[in-house]
């Protein structure tokens, strides 16, 4: 009996010691953002602050263009978010439930197109951008990405188990696709549509080789770039550097504690049978 009692214990200690090891370089990152320099210059350097030293987050404000680099990269990530759902459920509800000749095919073939590294399709991208004129602008950011296979997979597998009586019953009612889509499977695929959003944009919102590619102008960098240019400043401030990080990943928390019951959800969709 005591035995059975000391396991889930010990289960739990360890999985405590196993987050707070994860967890342990942002809970660095965000309490070093409150240091003064002579705190993080030290060694070891303390793991709380002795103070909230609010200056940093002026100076890291005033003195690099972050809001803009916020502002940038949540226009982008935003634009490529909604741009995905669109034509990933679009694409998945005609996989899922039209009759077309090669469907299968097709659908291998698109599912392929995630096996090609990305780093292959940089240099046509860049090219194409180029001709039309799209560097420094937020089309040449947003357009390369409007679609993808693994949104329409996830999608596609999500809409497969939807019960088929309510498609029946809505046929002999005179619905069409159309109907189908907006009125059935859009309501009922919410978690799955979640899941799909918050991965994009944070995906894209962490995204820093392609924006470093095909953007000059300080106006359109976003928050990575911005990182790394605080990275480069004359003097290497630390707790700067550091309260720049946490000002970027401020979306990223908001995002994931508004979206997590869906994310969670979407993401055991299906793990149990009935």
């Known amino acids: 009996m005591i035995a059975k009692r000391i396991t889930p214990t010990l289960n739990y200690i360890l999985l405590v010691v196993l987050a707070l090891v994860v967890l342990y370089p942002l809970l660095f990152t965000v309490s070093s953002s409150f240091m003064t320099e002579k705190e993080v210059s030290n060694f070891p350097p303390p793991l709380f ?6 200056e940093n987050f002026k100076n890291a404000i ?15 990530s935003s634009g490529i ?6 034509t990933s459920s679009l694409a998945a509800y005609a996989f899922s439930f039209l009759n077309f000749k090669g469907k299968k095919v097709l659908f291998a073939i698109f599912l392929s197109t995630m096996m090609i590294p990305w780093e292959v399709t940089i240099i046509p991208n860049y090219l194409t951008i180029k001709n039309w004129g799209w560097m420094d602008s937020y089309q040449g950011l947003i357009v390369p990405f409007m679609a993808g296979a693994f949104g329409v997979f996830l999608l596609r597998q999500f809409f497969l188990q939807l019960p088929n009586e309510l498609f029946d019953a809505a ?25 799909l959003a918050v991965y994009v944009f944070l995906t894209h919102w962490n995204h820093y080789l392609w924006p470093l590619l095909i953007t000059n102008r ?6 990575q770039i911005g990182v790394s240019m605080l990275q480069h400043a004359e003097v290497m ?3 700067l550097i550091l309260a720049g990080v946490t000002i970027v990943l401020l979306p990223s928390f908001l995002l994931l504690a508004l979206g997590v019951k ?6 055991t969709a299906g793990a149990v049978k009935g």
Do not use: E
Not at 81 to 86: K, L, N
Not at 262 to 267: A, E, H, P
């Open 62 to 76: 005033s003195g690099f263009p972050i809001v803009r680099f916020i502002l940038n990269s949540f226009i982008v």
């Open 171 to 195: 046929k002999i009612d005179g619905c069409g696709h159309l109907r189908n889509f907006f009125s059935i499977v859009l309501p009922l695929s919410r978690p799955a549509l979640s899941t």
């Open 49 to 54: 602050p002795s103070q909230l030293y609010l």
């Open 81 to 86: 978010t909604v741009s995905q759902v669109i």
């Open 262 to 267: 869906q994310l969670v959800r979407g993401i």
């Open 237 to 239: 401030s630390w707790n």
């Open 218 to 223: 300080a106006s359109m960098r976003t928050v």
